[in-house]
Structures are given as structure tokens and as C-alpha cells.
């Protein structure tokens, strides 16, 4: 197991969530449906991008085209083009419209946050998938850039208690992390990372269910009836894919704010709970 890395993911239990059981798919997110409107939403360096437009001639070439100016005209309003990105920078009015084509699936390191637990399982009665992922190491440089996707490889998010400022000149693997994975401080209780899908986008896409998918965890507030309806679609995939996905219940701590998965001390100090 050294050669992999256990991430889980927290869902209420609802038609679509099942769905990560029965038909091995889960969904990734469009930006715009954060519950964070600070996500995936950074500040831009006004003058960087009017000079990187002043110094990018197929840019400056598709601007004056959307203007519908003559090659004359563009050299001779570069510099109004520019002054107008640059002001539409300073004033929030900076197109940004691609981060919606990106779709993105949050995971998180800890199967055990109350907060987590209440937020995105629906206050305890849902469940959390647990993912057994290949190292990025494991992933050999000929495999394509589908398999990452595929085996949900997470990126980790950065916690920061400033807002990331994207500059045109840095590289765009750089830009890109600061667009998609930096939050605000107030969120590092989640310990997220994120499985970020720039060839799809966003929407409900499979994933290699039978090598990955590893367990669920049901919530502790999870009624008999629910659990043996979960219960129920492990036991059908486990047949269907030939897998040995295992399920658990959480249960309160004895004396504590806290969780743990009974047979699972791998999770959580088990004798610090009975």
C-alpha cells in the first residue's frame, strides 16, 4: 500500500451519489457552484496583462478583430486597447469566463471532520467514499493524461490568508495553480485536494471504480434503513465488478467532539473512543 494514497470524499445520500456505487461515475464541479465565491476567483495584475498585451500580437490581433478594426487602426489604439484591459482589471470587470469549462472534484485527506461530516454529508446521514489512488509516481510518463483523471490523482490545495494574483508572464502551470487551488485560510480544516479536469470539464464522468474504490463510511446519523440500502449496493457492485469494497459505520467518540470507524484503527485511536 506504500505505492498509494487514501482520499475520500463526502456525499449526502441521494440518487447521484449512489451512482459512484452503481455505475462507477462521480461528479466534478464547475467553479461557479463553489459555495465559496472566493474560489477559483484570484486577482489580476492590471498593468502585467496591458503590457503582455502590448508585447502579444496574435493577442493584440484577436482583440482588434473583436473590434473590428483594420491592422491600421489596432497599431494605432494598442495603447487604448491595453488602458481598457487594464481598467477592466482594476474595476472587477475582467472576462474570466473559461474557469466554467473546468471541471473540478474536491477530496479531502480526513474521513473524520465533523464539519465535513455535517457540510457535505448532509449532516451525518450521508456517507464518505473512501479511495485507495496510485501515487503520481506510479503513473509512468507514456500513460496519458485520461489515466490521471481516470484514477482521480488529487492535487493539494494551498491554504493561504492572501488572495493569489495571476500575472500573464509567469508559466501557466503556475497561473493555474493559483486559479484552481488556493483557498482563503478559513477553509484548511477540510485538508482538500482537488482533481482538476481541463479535458472534460465539468459533469458526471467514470472513474476506475474497481481499482480504486476502496470502502464507504456511513455517517453516524445514518438511519437502519439507509445503512441497509447502502449496504445493499456494496454488496451489488462487489458482485457486479468481482471488487471487495467494504463498508463501515462511524460512531461518536465516548467523552469527545470526535468520530471513529470501528474496525478500522488504520482511521482513528480506537481505544481512545471506547
Known sequence: MNDRILRYKYVPLTESSLNILREGTIKFTKPSEFNDPFDCNPDYDPMAYADFLLRNKSLLKRAGDAMHLSPAQRLQNRSKMAKRIENSIKNDNFPNGFV?????????????????????????????????????????????????????????????????????????????????????????????????????????????????????????????EDYERLECEVIKVNDRIGANISIYKAKPCKGKFSIYIPDRWDLSSHSECC
Open 100 to 224: 466554467d469549462d473546468v471541471g473540478i472534484l474536491s477530496l479531502s485527506r480526513d474521513p473524520l471532520n465533523l464539519l465535513m461530516w455535517s457540510h457535505y454529508a448532509s449532516n451525518h446521514t450521508g456517507f464518505v467514499v473512501e479511495l485507495s489512488i496510485p501515487q503520481s509516481a506510479s503513473i509512468t510518463s507514456d500513460e496519458s493524461d485520461t489515466l490521471f483523471l481516470d484514477c482521480l490523482f488529487p492535487l493539494p490545495v494551498e491554504y493561504s490568508p492572501e488572495k493569489p494574483i495571476i500575472n500573464p508572464f509567469d508559466h501557466r502551470d503556475l497561473n493555474a495553480s493559483k486559479q484552481f487551488l488556493v483557498k482563503s485560510t478559513d477553509w484548511i480544516y477540510e485538508k482538500e485536494e482537488r482533481v482538476i479536469d481541463f479535458l472534460r470539464g465539468p459533469g458526471v464522468h467514470p472513474f476506475k471504480q474497481k481499482e480504486i474504490l476502496k470502502s464507504v463510511i456511513a455517517g453516524i446519523k445514518m438511519s437502519d
